[in-house]
């Protein structure tokens, strides 16, 4: 196995363990904001709250999106669909941290109707994650640089 074919198998592991621990993270949110609305939890359902009920469905919702995303990117680098970019990779995985994290601070504490300060994150985040798309489908497609010749061996499938 050649260094980048090497690069790709870790990226994709390391895509594919990001991607299901943070599904598994934001389900959990999803199930905890369920149960704040079945138990009509007032620090969660009251109209004075309505700015922490949409920033963490946010939350919820974006992380589970770019979690997805990750999974999807794993799995088309360890297919060898994709040649695998740092930046691409840097990028996704910091916008799966700092999206749903800024939506979920702006919501923890926030001003009248106005997101906490924490929201700042979310347009770092969306720009990461529009970067490492762009990235992506700019990639999609190609095959990768072709591993070097290996003196007759054969690549067993």
Same mark, same amino acid.
């Given at each position: 196995?050649?260094?980048?074919?090497?690069?790709?198998?870790?990226?994709?592991?390391?895509?594919?363990?990001?991607?299901?621990?943070?599904?598994?993270?934001?389900? $959990?949110?999803? =199930? $905890?904001?369920? !149960?704040?609305?079945?138990?009509?939890?007032? !620090?969660?359902?009251?109209?004075?709250?309505?700015?922490?009920? =949409?920033?963490?469905?946010? !939350?919820?919702?974006?992380?589970?999106?770019?979690?997805?995303?990750?999974?999807?990117?794993?799995? $088309? /680098?360890?297919?060898? !669909?994709?040649?695998?970019?740092?930046?691409?990779?840097?990028?996704?995985?910091?916008?799966?941290?700092? =999206?749903? /994290?800024?939506?979920?601070?702006?919501?923890?504490?926030?001003?009248?109707?106005?997101?906490?300060?924490?929201?700042?994150?979310?347009?770092?985040?969306?720009? =990461?994650?529009?970067?490492?798309?762009?990235?992506?489908?700019?990639?999609?497609?190609?095959?990768?640089?072709?591993?070097?010749?290996?003196?007759?061996?054969?690549?067993?499938?």
């Amino acid at each position: 196995m050649s260094d980048q074919a090497a690069a790709r198998h870790r990226a994709s592991g390391w895509h594919l363990r990001f991607g299901w621990w943070a599904l598994a993270l934001f389900a $959990t949110l999803g =199930l $905890t904001l369920e !149960a704040l609305h079945g138990f009509k939890v007032g !620090a969660y359902l009251d109209v004075s709250n309505e700015p922490r009920r =949409l920033m963490w469905r946010l !939350a919820h919702a974006h992380g589970a999106l770019i979690a997805i995303i990750n999974i999807l990117y794993g799995l $088309t /680098l360890g297919s060898g !669909a994709l040649g695998g970019r740092d930046l691409a990779s840097r990028a996704l995985v910091a916008a799966g941290v700092l =999206l749903p /994290l800024g939506f979920f601070l702006g919501g923890l504490v926030y001003y009248g109707g106005d997101p906490g300060l924490g929201i700042v994150l979310v347009p770092i985040g969306a720009i =990461l994650l529009l970067a490492a798309l762009v990235s992506i489908a700019r990639d999609a497609g190609r095959s990768p640089s072709p591993e070097p010749d290996r003196g007759g061996q054969r690549r067993q499938s």
